[in-house]
Structure formats: structure tokens, C-alpha cells
């Protein structure tokens, strides 16, 4: 069952978000109000090896004040295919060239209230960086086997809700070929 918009209200507009505040109907006939809405441009999660290993890079995230080991992650431009925004971004945070995107799926994070979805693009690294890592939010680019990085998933170390997920999706759809 649909909700029915009945009133949006823009609430904060600039280039990197956007927050409304909804009402509806729901589906069996309740009226909800002031119900956020926050949306933001899509975005891509790349998953690469070098050598071997997963390329991730450790970032400070301000929501929750701490540092997470993650994906090469950015924003799809208007009109950028998003393997093209995968290539594109992970040279920028790893420095790593790459090459033979793939798209390997697409989330709806926080479907709830969020709307802009994460692209899960794969992609072939280069052995070693080519380059310097021009973005200015990486702390630092990690190169993990896949066992150790899905150890580090089950014991909680990786817990940034994207990059579990893509990560899981990539581990199965790459075995399969």
C-alpha cells in the first residue's frame, strides 16, 4: 500500500543535500506529519584488489565522530554514468589506477527517509598508486585480504552500513563470475 503525499515543505536546499518535511496518508488511512525526507545526490561504493587485496581507505566521519574503515566511496555527477563515477572516485581516494568497471548492484540506504542511492561498482586496480590521493577526506588507503576483511566485518571492525553491504554483495557476486 502507497502513501499519499499530502504537503512537502523544503526545509534545507544547497549542493550537497536536501531536507523536506512530508506529510501523508499512509496506506490503511493515518495521517503522518512532518515526516523527513533527506536527499542527496547518488553515489558510488567501489570495490577493487591489488595484488590480491581489497583496497579500503580509512576516513573520519562527522555524524558519529569516528574513524571507519570503508570502501572508495564518492558522489555520481549529474549525467555521469556510475561506473564512470566509480573510476573517477577511486583514483581520486586511493590514488590506484582502474579500469574494467562493472556495475555489481544498487542500494537504497535509509529507504525509510533517504533518497539517493549507492551505486556498487567493481573494478581492477592497478598493482600499485599511481598517483597522489587527491581527496582531501581519506586518512589513509588499506590494502586487506579478503579474509581478513570479512573477519574484520564479523568482529564489527567494518561497520559503516554501506560498505558491509557492498562488500557481502560483491564477495558472492564475484565468485560467481
Known sequence: MSWK???SRTLITDRWITVRSNDYITGNGRQIDGYYQIERSDFVLVVAESRGRLVMVREFRAGTGRQYLSLPAGH??????????????????????????????????LPAFFRGCGYVVAVEASDDPVDEVTD?????????????????????????????AALYLARDLLREG
Open 5 to 7: 503525499l499530502l504537503k
Open 76 to 109: 555520481v555527477e549529474p549525467g555521469e554514468d556510475p561506473v564512470a563515477a566509480g573510476l573517477r572516485e577511486f583514483r581520486e581516494e586511493t590514488g590506484f589506477a582502474a579500469a574494467n568497471g562493472r556495475l555489481l548492484g544498487v542500494l537504497d540506504p
Open 136 to 164: 582531501g577526506e581519506v586518512d589513509a588507503v588499506v590494502l586487506l585480504p579478503w579474509e581478513e576483511a570479512l573477519a574484520k566485518l564479523r568482529s564489527g571492525e567494518i561497520r559503516d552500513m554501506q560498505a558491509v
